[in-house]
């Protein structure tokens, strides 16, 4: 491979590598720090609230809290669903139905997530309600409040202080939060450390992530083993001998993370690692896409090696099209590999047959002299077959990507849609003086919340979907040269190893399933792209394949 060639293949490699990073960031659950970044919709109510002893002190009256809480809305753009009076006093909790209603449908996830009202002292003039408020807020069930007057009417100085204290911690909140999203915006797109701390990496002076002189090549050679083809359980356990403090999950979770590969992923955030000069991946975007590859089938890459057996969930048979389970025998020659089927129907209509063994099975040799080949013989490489199989596989992949598309569009302009019938429907709200034609309205606009939501929700399915086919494509549908040297190799890797996980892998990698009958292989199911390059390839004589 020339070196343009190389450079070109990297850069593909690099493509590849941020498409599964951006698959990764929309499936992985966000710690709290990182869910400051993502934008929640805010949907609110307006409450508006009067009590008897508030009647002789010009406390504005709810008409008029919802006319100065109905304009502030439109004003600032907000959505409102709702509105909602009461005429109950605040001065001791739990005494508002119409109130503490409010909070139940917000934390059942309800129609609305927000409050809009007058003043502050509309909501609360107890502490115990204060503090419900307030901690609410704190766990984002409440995701906004907003007040049309920052105006105080009280009589003691108690109420007065309670409700400064309670617009003054609010404030305090709005900004805090606005400031620590920036602030972590701006040091993500840096590649500094968040407090996401990165096995065999540092956090530097200057906020970087630096490789640790004490662990970072411990943890290179794990990844260089985990290629190879070692077990998790067996690097966990080499990591531990040599003092390190890993769990299974933390271990499965870093041979996922592409940060290691050089994508940082943050929040909703996908951050080219090239930002930072110095950082130094301990994996090459290729090699961590084969092992994405490898463990596809098995997300957790884990397996145990005391009950591990090549070719289980590969072999089927012919007769009863289970898959025959592999075993150790014992000949003359020793011990070997033997894949049995042990259906007992299966057994039983060969023995009325008197078909001998009495069991089908094949020898774990025979399989893997089929497989090689094969793999010699039947898949040779030439360039124009490869470019008519890639061209036939990304228009079949990515024709229901383009299909999943469509749907989008289609779900997205009947939101639009939907949003613009809301929006009638909060300014009718808005103007409404009755308060049954009022409510009668704001379930309409909850009937049109819940399908939004519900549309929203297939959006979003159907974007990660999108991204899992496309990171997938990327994956399995490598450049020529790659393909080419896959083909010279992977016969010598067999031949030369007996590592029978790497054997089980590889093999593993090019054949979907095998069938087998009467001790030899009379069917197979391939692998992409092998699949579509077998498809178009021309042999001659009879093509035992499916």
């Known amino acids: 491979m020339n070196e343009s060639t190389s450079h070109i293949e990297d850069i593909r490699q690099k493509e590849a590598l941020g498409k599964y990073a951006e698959l990764f960031t929309l499936k992985r659950r966000k710690s709290e720090k990182e869910k400051l970044l993502q934008e929640d919709r805010k949907i609110y109510v307006i409450y508006a609230r009067k009590s008897t002893e508030d009647s002789e002190r010009q406390v504005q009256s709810i008409s008029d809290q919802i006319e100065h809480c109905t304009k502030f809305a439109k004003d600032n753009d907000l959505e409102v669903v709702d509105i909602i009076p009461e005429e109950r006093s605040a001065k001791t909790a739990g005494r508002r139905p119409e109130f503490q209603r409010i909070l139940d449908v ?81 040091t993500i797109k840096e590649g500094k450390y968040c407090g996401s701390m990165k096995r065999g990496y540092y956090n530097s002076r200057d906020g970087y992530y630096r490789e640790d002189k ?58 080219d690692m090239a930002v930072d000069p110095k950082f130094k991946p301990m994996v090459s975007p290729t090699a961590f896409l084969t092992l994405q590859k490898i463990n596809r089938g098995n997300p957790r890459g884990w397996k145990n090696t005391s009950d591990f057996r090549p070719f289980n969930d590969l072999v089927i048979c012919s007769q009863c099209n289970n898959f025959m389970t592999p075993g150790i025998s014992t000949g003359r020659g020793g011990r070997y590999l033997n894949i049995t089927c042990g259906n007992s129907k299966c057994k039983k209509l060969r023995k009325e047959k008197g078909i001998t063994p009495i069991s089908n099975t094949i020898r774990g040799k025979e399989l893997l002299d089929y497989v090689c080949n094969f793999l010699e013989n039947d898949l040779k490489v030439d360039r124009k077959t490869y470019e008519k199989a ?16 469509e749907k989008i569009r289609v779900w997205r302009t009947k939101v639009t849609k939907l949003e613009s019938e809301k929006k009638k429907m909060m300014d009718r709200l808005f103007e409404e003086k009755q308060k049954d034609v009022g409510d009668d309205i704001s379930n309409q606009c909850n009937v049109l919340i819940n399908e939004i939501r519900s549309l929203e929700k297939s959006i979003k399915e159907y974007e990660i979907n999108n991204s899992e086919i496309e990171s997938i494509v990327e994956m399995d549908f490598p450049d020529y040269n790659t393909f080419l040297n896959f083909f010279k190799n992977i016969v010598t890797a067999i031949n030369n190893t007996d590592d029978a996980y790497l054997i089980d892998q590889l093999v593993k990698l090019v054949f979907l399933n095998i069938t087998v009958g009467d001790k030899k292989v009379l069917k197979y199911t391939l692998n992409e792209p092998f699949k579509t390059y077998k498809s178009l390839k021309l042999l001659s004589g009879v093509d035992d394949g499916t």
């Open 106 to 186: 917000i934390k059942e996830g309800g129609s609305y997530n927000s409050i809009l009202s007058w003043h502050p002292d509309r909501l609360s003039r107890n502490m115990k309600e204060a503090g419900e408020i307030l901690d609410m807020l704190d766990k984002d069930i409440i995701l906004d409040l907003k007040f049309a007057s920052y105006t105080f009417n009280n009589d003691t100085a108690g109420k007065m202080t309670l409700s400064i204290l309670f617009a003054m911690a609010k404030e305090f909140s709005d900004k805090l939060s606005d400031d620590t999203k920036r602030g972590i915006h701006k």
């Open 214 to 271: 004490d662990t970072y090549e411990l943890y290179k050679k794990a990844w260089e083993e985990y290629l190879k083809g070692k077990s998790q359980q067996e690097i966990l356990q080499e990591l531990k001998d040599q003092g390190e403090e890993i769990n299974k999950n933390s271990l499965s979770n870093m041979f996922q993370d592409p940060f290691y590969a050089g994508f940082y992923c943050y929040g909703d955030l996908v951050v």
């Open 390 to 405: 890639k061209r036939k596989y990304l228009e079949e992949n990515l024709s229901t990507v383009k299909g999943n598309r």
